[in-house]
């Protein structure tokens, strides 16, 4: 079964910095998953943060950045808002035409 | 400015059938891969569904394959769902969204689909 793992939840304090990660339970995520990110405050459309691993979506400030962490797709977040406080999704193109979510992160700015 | 505006939710009964659609506007629609996301009442997004810029190629989750179809009017810019045989896990809200570079980018508002006997 192809399972995408995100950490559950996690903090951070107003102006810190926080990375999230995205991992493959089939092995190294790699810039060939084409790894993305989605922020979603609940009850809202989710938002584009981050395609094709790096690339910003269309509004998405720079404080917001993807990357490879190892054998991991990353976001990470700096100089965090309170207006960050959503839950994060990735997505990996795990070949054939298929996609896959992760679990989420939920975040808190505190 | 790209629109994507989903319609055709609702109640329906486990067995029955229900027809989405998303409206697109804003871009050259024909150009673009599109896709279906659903998200359960609390749950996380879930991707299922995909369709090429020209039709010609279509992908599902194993969750919805061989119930749903997915496809698109190039001339009225217009991406469609076929829904049947619903089942009860499939309540939840659907969105359509813009494909882009191997991910998406543009997100409709949902649409709310509940099964219920």
């Known amino acids: 079964q192809t399972v995408v793992t995100q950490e559950p939840s996690f903090s951070v304090s107003p102006g810190g910095t926080v990375t999230l990660t995205c991992d493959w339970s089939?092995?190294?995520?790699?810039?060939?998953?084409?790894p993305s990110w989605y922020q979603q405050t609940p009850g809202q459309t989710p938002r584009t943060l981050i395609y094709?691993?790096?690339i910003r979506s269309s509004g998405v400030p720079d404080r917001f950045s993807g990357s490879i962490l190892g054998n991991k797709a990353a976001l990470t977040i700096t100089g965090a808002q309170a207006d960050d406080e959503s839950d994060y999704y990735c997505?990996?193109?795990?070949?054939?035409?298929?996609?896959?979510f992760g679990g989420g992160t939920r975040l808190t700015v505190l | 400015e790209v629109q994507l505006v989903e319609s055709g939710g609702g109640l329906v009964q486990p067995g029955g059938s229900l027809r989405l659609s998303c409206a697109a506007s804003?871009?050259?629609?024909?150009?673009?891969?599109m896709h279906w996301v659903r998200q359960a009442p609390g749950k996380g997004l879930v991707w299922f569904s995909r369709?090429?810029?020209?039709?010609?190629?279509?992908t599902y989750a194993d969750s919805v394959k061989g119930r749903f179809t997915i496809s698109r009017d190039d001339a009225k810019n217009t991406l469609d769902l076929q829904m049947n045989s619903l089942r009860v896990e499939d309540t939840a809200v659907y969105y359509c969204?813009?494909?882009?570079?191997?991910?998406?980018?543009?997100w409709g508002q949902g649409t709310l689909v509940t099964v219920s006997p």
């Open positions: 969204a813009r494909g882009v570079s191997w991910g998406v980018d543009y």
């Open positions: 804003g871009f050259t629609f024909s150009g673009y891969w």
């Open positions: 369709i090429n810029s020209d039709g010609s190629t279509t």
């Open positions: 089939s092995g190294s995520v790699s810039t060939n998953y084409y």
């Open positions: 094709s691993t790096n």
């Open positions: 997505m990996l193109y795990i070949g054939s035409g298929s996609w896959v």
